[in-house]
């Protein structure tokens, strides 16, 4: 069973986690820190696989992301490969020749994916196009649920809370426009003059 | 998310969550997934929402809270929502059974009771037909598996099948890992698994499919490593796959290619070595990961020939490698290579302590004390040794500035602690050992760390006797008097020390010696007297010698020797010294410490203490160990045994106590005879009587959640008391009829709820509803293909003709029969694995393997029984098509569903309400309910969930027919629901049905405000030919303890072609007693507290001389009928439970002793008691028993 799934930048920042089994949130900042120095630490010819702790970790590095798993003992570590390569294909076919940057403005799209892709750790669903299929449905849903004209408080915190960065308070209102516009159901640009009468002063 | 606490808006996640919008509660979901845990406070409000959202409609909902439940489910969660995930297993939607499969699996980790009652249908789930659902299945199975795997064993066959037949290499590779599990518990398998699995690994592409095969292959080599005589052939084929994979460019097939490497050496140690050249190849990949992998390889493929060859070979590459931790590991490795198995590689131990001298320097290792206690493990254990070990030691003493260098990580020092023991304890050895002594005198020695220094005096005291001795015998007293000086004059250095034991130590020496030279003085010889303080031997112990100390007889240790607890604490404390010191080896640095603390008297006495026990039996042990002190007894004495031993030691008997010791001991002889020394090498002494049997018990974490899950699967529960609360689904039922059933349920939720709108749109819910039922029919008739797939895959026989009637039989003797199952599934397996058959064909085995054991028809599924049913229907409804086509498949489709419900309803009836009950309590969010259990009818118009529906026929003529159920409110203590199903039978139109009863004084219709009391209710409905609906009547009630009949007339009007006439048809409405029961219990509790609190104060009992029943069924019959519950079964008695909806309790006690029964009552309500009781009596007596059925 995968333990945990994190993706971080060559420079060492975190951009998607995801845990299938419950820790305190300190726990969990301690183990990422850890891992990602550990990995960021290896030459690339090294090979991908780690024995941390109790648990065997398998990470590979697409770009400038590093995608790195945790698996128990006696899980297969070419399976786990395997299964990251198929996320990484399916981020490639959904947002077309994915990027880092598709990751940080869409995360919310890349956990979608990964939830169809993998549950409880387990793979869930092996053939791509009937993950695609289930993420278009979704989206679809999403896109003719009717859209409320005023936005919804608290979503507009949560999305926020999720991707609320104090060292990069541009990036941060970008996100957060964002999910403005996610929330009124807009193109993001029209989003952009409600910023300051939404009262979140930055 | 991005790492910063967002735990303030946990609150805030959960209304998102609860949104209607799709787009806010999918955000809502991942932000919990993402932030919730264990201790989020907030999640507890989440329960009931979470149900709502697995039973909605849209799929996609659904997915996404069980996408969030699988990420922050909690044991609370766990058990309130098992029942919603396990239904939605049998969802039509693959999307959704797949996501419950993989969900099932974390709930049975937060919630081990639950895994028993959803095995069944997660096994079902195997054979799914929808790729994912059973890859998701495999899965979740072989995660369980490998955890627990004997409870498993018998599902072999069906993976064996999968594994055969299928394609899909993601299922593939976990299949292959479960039999990787199973295979150590069935050697039989292993043989079965050999051939597909070589077929495999020649055939596939995938490297990690044949990763996987390969590790199990060898793991099914382990398990059947004896006995088999042509598998050789299929490890050379693993391992040259090995090798393909280690020579890959790929650094990642390198790395997995030793490692599985190193798994085959622990058993077929030749096979690998051949590929040596390799693996030393590997040592010199740029990858540290594989040249540590590489490194555990060649641990185990030195041999006695290339032992040195790679030692070298290691020695080379640590002056080469340029990280200071691989360095490291490399020592360990070289010294774990030399050391293992108890040296037993070794021939020349003169080299193997140059190979230590010469790592000593090596800079900035941390291993230090390992060296250390190598060598002194060497020079102690191998006499012969001791001579050339003594040199170097004394060389390693001189140059000990070298050692004592500088940096803060570098611990090689601690090799001086084993230099100065050596030399001092085999001072005779050494060539100059007073230039020794001069070396150990230098200042520079101050700035070791306290423990060496405090070796150092011990030693330097060692070796001054020594010299002293040796002085004296040339008559050298001068010399002798001299070397007493300098040790006066330096001795201070070390009693400046600001270390207690160096301090006191150094003290005693100087005292000590400050005394000889008085002695000297006057002339006296010392040296002999001297020299007797540290005589004797000293032996190593072995680790396990402590605990092996068998207790003496008549000890009983937990008992007080004294009263008053608090000294006894203290003695404790004493004890436990006592033993510290004679526990562990001597050679060690606790031991060393510890000695000299005694003073110089008390060493003496024991000396001589000990060389009189060495003359005495040396099983003194047993027989003069005292019960109540022999902590303290004992541990003294084995002090002595050891002094015992060695001297036995010294004529070259060693004695070994452990069989291990002897073993290696007869080798190590063998070896001496090629090696250059003569080699004794000693396991460590053992205490008399101790067995030397590993202890090997279950180590597994009590944290571990799968420790929790070891639950024996194919053995069933005697009864339900083991079904737990909230399963609706008893363990016993197959997995069909939950699934029918909780459909139903809803259905028929549903459609009261149309009927209540019926006015009004009456046309369109009909057809609606007709396509409901369709629908529902297709469900069903899906189902029974599966199932009749399953069959006939199992060839099991098929009777003809079975009634009804025996169908319900056949339900209530479920349990028998799946207690048989179960055997017959054990004898399938032994017949599967049994050697005869071939391996290669599944299918034919299994065929094979069922006409083998021939399968009672009794034991035939429920659902074929079903299935039968609906052919039957099939049939009688063909004559009649042609006229009455729409109308009969209206009453074939509500005929099924009745039948259905008569399957399940027993079951319906003793857990769902108290499902309901407890989901109740649960709190909850402020969600607008409509999860079943909370939306129940208010106004008896509309129908309620029936705890049980069973209609009987009210009356009947050519036009019309009635049938009738009553239904209890859960809510109301005077009210019951009579539902009516009304049936035109005639080709005409039937209108103004108008319903009307005689009230009695007990019993009033219900008929509304207005009316005047003798009216006539109209049914608020019309039928066209051939239709058939239902009307639901309530009735008031005073008392419920009697049975009522009542009369009453049903009126109607057909309207023909000619005009219309008016028909009237009586009838009696038998509302029994069992009618005002409700047959459940909120708390399993309360049965015992009632039937102790004396509140039962009727008592009735009812003998039946003959029952035909068998008492399951028989006990199934009372609950569906009478509306009981099954509190407990043991073997042929039992305890019912059910109350009216007055709230008066009846409990039950029916026992079976051959054909007669006896059935106890106990009530709070006499005539209720014997009312219920005459009711089981007509029910059970088979003269008078109208079978109440169609």
């Known amino acids: 069973m995968l333990q945990f799934m994190l993706l971080f930048s060559r420079q060492g920042k975190l951009r998607l986690q995801k845990w299938y089994v419950a820790h305190p949130d300190k726990q969990k900042k301690k183990i990422t820190r850890e891992l990602i120095t550990t990995i960021l630490a290896r030459k690339p010819k090294m090979c991908s696989f780690l024995e941390w702790k109790d648990l065997k970790i398998v990470y590979k590095r697409y770009a400038s992301l590093y995608f790195c798993c945790a698996i128990d003992q006696d899980d297969n570590e070419l399976l786990t490969l395997e299964i990251i390569h198929r996320y990484v294909e399916l981020l490639d076919k959904y947002f077309g020749s994915v990027c880092e940057l598709d990751i940080i403005f869409n995360f919310e799209k890349a956990y979608f994916i990964l939830d169809e892709l993998l549950l409880g750790g387990e793979i869930q669903e092996t053939s791509k196009k009937n993950v695609l299929k289930a993420i278009a449905a979704q989206d679809l849903l999403q896109e003719t649920s009717p859209s409320s004209s005023l936005p919804d408080w608290n979503l507009t915190v949560i999305l926020h809370a999720l991707t609320w960065d104090p060292l990069e308070p541009r990036k941060h209102l970008r996100v957060f426009l964002k999910t403005m516009a996610l929330v009124k159901g807009n193109a993001s640009e029209d989003c952009c003059s409600n910023e300051t009468t939404l009262g979140f002063g930055y | ?1190």
């Open chain 2, 1 to 1190: 998310m991005l790492g910063y606490d967002i735990s303030w808006a946990a609150f805030n996640i959960i209304e998102v969550m609860s949104s209607t919008k799709f787009t806010f509660k999918r955000t809502g979901y991942l932000a919990a997934s993402q932030s919730f845990h264990n201790e989020t406070e907030v999640l507890m409000l989440t329960t009931n929402m979470i149900r709502k959202d697995l039973n909605s409609q849209n799929i996609y909902d659904a997915g996404a809270a069980m996408t969030g439940l699988s990420c922050f489910v909690t044991p609370d969660l766990a058990r309130d929502l098992a029942n919603d995930v396990m239904t939605l297993l049998s969802s039509t939607k693959p999307y959704l059974r797949k996501k419950a499969v993989l969900l099932m699996y974390k709930i049975f980790l937060c919630f081990p009771d639950a895994l028993r009652p959803a095995f069944a249908r997660l096994k079902d789930k195997l054979e799914d037909l929808d790729p994912g659902v059973q890859s998701a299945a495999v899965n979740v199975i072989c995660e369980l598996a490998r955890k627990n795997p004997k409870n498993y064993l018998s599902l072999a066959p069906v993976f064996f099948k999968l594994m055969t037949s299928s394609t899909n290499n993601w299922m593939l590779i976990k299949i292959i890992k479960l039999f990787g599990a199973l295979t150590p518990l069935e050697p039989r398998l292993g043989k079965k698994l050999i051939e597909p699995l070589t077929n495999l690994i020649h055939s596939t592409s995938a490297m990690s499919l044949l990763y996987e095969c390969i590790n199990t292959v060898i793991a099914v080599l382990i398990s059947i490593s004896s006995g088999m005589p042509n598998h050789s052939a299929s490890i050379q084929l693993c391992v040259q796959k090995l090798r393909i994979l280690i020579e890959d460019s790929d650094q990642n097939l390198k790395y997995l290619g030793l490692l599985a490497m190193s798994k085959i050496l622990k058993t077929h140690p030749k096979s690998v070595q051949a590929h040596k050249d390799l693996v030393l190849q590997c040592l010199d990949d740029k990858d540290e990961s594989i040249r540590l992998r590489a490194l555990d390889l060649l641990y185990g493929m030195v041999s006695k020939k290339n032992l040195m060859e790679i030692v070298k070979k290691l020695m080379l590459h640590m002056d080469k490698a340029e990280g200071t931790n691989y360095r490291d590991e490399l020592l360990s490795k070289i010294i774990d290579i030399c050391s293992q198995n108890n040296y037993q590689y070794i021939t020349n131990f003169e080299w193997y302590v140059s190979i230590l001298v010469e790592i000593t320097r090596i800079e900035g290792t941390k291993h230090g004390a390992l060296i250390a206690s190598q060598m002194l493990d060497v020079a102690i254990r191998v006499p012969a040794i001791r001579s050339f070990a003594v040199s170097q030691m004394a060389v390693l003493l001189d140059n000990a500035h070298m050692l004592v260098g500088n940096t803060q990580r570098n611990s090689i020092y601690e090799v001086l602690y084993a230099a100065a023991w050596i030399c001092g304890e085999f001072a005779e050895m050494l060539s100059d050992p007073r230039g020794t002594l001069e070396a150990m005198l230098k200042p520079k020695v101050t700035v070791l760390p306290p423990h060496i220094q405090g070796v150092y005096v011990q030693n330097i005291v060692k070796l001054y006797s020594r010299v002293v001795a040796q002085l004296e015998a040339e008559d050298n007293k001068e010399e002798a008097e001299a070397l007493g000086e300098l040790l006066v004059e330096k001795l201070p250095m070390f009693v400046q020390n600001a270390n207690l034991e160096v301090q006191d130590r150094a003290c005693g020496a100087l005292q000590l010696i400050k005394q000889l030279i008085k002695l000297q003085s006057k002339g006296e010889v010392i040296g002999e007297e001297l020299q007797a303080l540290f005589s004797g031997e000293l032996n190593p112990v072995a680790p396990k010698a402590q605990k092996k100390v068998p207790v003496p007889e008549g000890l009983d240790l937990d008992q007080w020797i004294n009263e008053p607890p608090s000294e006894s604490s203290s003695e404790e404390e004493v004890r436990g010294d006592i033993f510290v010191k004679s526990d562990h080896r001597m050679i060690q640095q606790n031991d060393v410490h510890k000695m000299p603390e005694l003073t110089e008297e008390e060493l003496e006495k024991r000396r001589k203490a000990r060389k009189q026990e060495q003359a005495n039996n040396p099983h003194y042990l047993k027989a003069t160990t005292p019960s109540g002190k022999s902590g303290l007894i004992s541990s003294d004495k084995y002090l002595q045994v050891t002094g015992n031993t060695s001297k036995s030691r010294k004529t070259k008997k060693t004695r070994k106590r452990s069989k291990k010791g002897k073993s290696v001991e007869s080798e190590s002889d063998e070896d001496s005879i090629r090696s250059v020394h003569v080699v004794t090498i000693t396991e460590g002494e053992m205490p008399e009587g101790a067995k030397s049997s590993d202890d090997d018990e279950d180590e597994r974490n009590s944290n571990d959640p799968h420790k929790a899950l070891n639950i024996d699967l194919e053995e069933l529960p005697l009864n339900n008391e083991d079904n737990v609360q909230s399963h609706p689904v008893s363990p016993l039922s197959t997995n069909a009829p939950g699934k029918v059933n909780l459909k139903d349920e809803k259905k028929k939720k549903r459609r009261g709820e149309k009927e209540h709108k019926e006015k009004t749109r009456e046309k369109k819910d009909k057809s609606r509803e007709k396509h409901k039922k369709k629908k529902q029919k297709e469900e069903d008739t899906d189902l029974v293909s599966s199932q009749l797939i399953e069959e006939k895959s199992k060839e099991e026989p098929v009777t003809n003709g079975l009634s009804p009637e025996s169908a319900d039989k056949n339900e209530q003797t479920e349990k028998q029969k799946n207690a048989e199952n179960t055997k017959g599934q054990l004898d399938d397996i032994e017949f599967w694995l049994s050697p005869n058959d071939s391996s290669q064909r599944p299918n034919s085995e299994l065929g094979a393997k069922v006409s083998s054991s021939p399968v009672p028809p009794s034991d035939l599924n429920l659902d074929s029984v079903k299935v039968k049913q609906e052919k039957e229907e099939k049939m009688s409804s063909k004559p009649e098509k042609t006229k009455k086509k729409k109308k009969e498949k209206e009453r074939k489709s509500k005929k099924e569903k009745k039948k259905v419900r008569e399957h399940h309803d027993s079951l319906l009836q003793e857990d769902s309400p108290k499902d309901k009950a407890e989901y109740e309590e649960a709190p909850g969010i402020a969600t607008p309910s409509k999860e079943p259990g909370s939306s129940l009818a208010q106004t008896p118009m509309t129908p309620s969930m029936p705890p049980a529906s069973k209609y009987r026929l009210l009356a009947e003529d050519k036009n019309m027919k009635l049938i009738y159920e009553t239904r209890v409110l859960p809510n109301s203590s005077n009210q019951i629901v009579v539902s009516i199903i009304f049936t035109n039978q005639c080709g005409y139109h039937v209108k103004e049905l108008e319903f009307n009863i005689l009230d009695t004084l007990n019993t009033r219709l219900a008929r509304g405000t207005d009316g005047n009391n003798q009216n006539s209710v109209k049914v608020p409905f019309q039928l066209p030919p051939g239709t058939t609906n239902e009307g639901q009547f309530a009735f008031d009630v005073d008392k419920v303890v009697m049975p009522q009949m009542l009369r009453g007339t049903f009126t109607y009007m057909i309207v023909t072609d000619g005009g219309s006439t008016h028909e009237k048809l009586d009838f009696k409405l038998h509302l029994p007693v069992s009618a005002y029961f409700i047959g459940s219990m909120y708390k399993r509790d309360t049965f015992t507290e009632l039937l102790s609190s004396g509140d039962l104060s009727a008592k009735n009992t009812l003998i039946l001389e003959r029952v035909d029943y068998e008492f399951s069924h028989m006990l199934s019959k009372i609950c569906f009928h009478c509306h009981f519950t099954v509190v407990e079964q043991v073997a042929l008695s039992a305890s019912l439970y059910s109350r009216s909806i007055q709230g008066d309790h009846v409990c039950l006690l029916a026992k079976q002793v051959n054909s007669k029964l006896t059935i106890d009552g106990k009530s709070t309500n006499s005539q209720l008691l014997s009312s219920i009781l005459d009711e089981v009596k007509i029910l059970l007596n088979p003269t008078e028993n109208v079978s109440p059925c169609e």
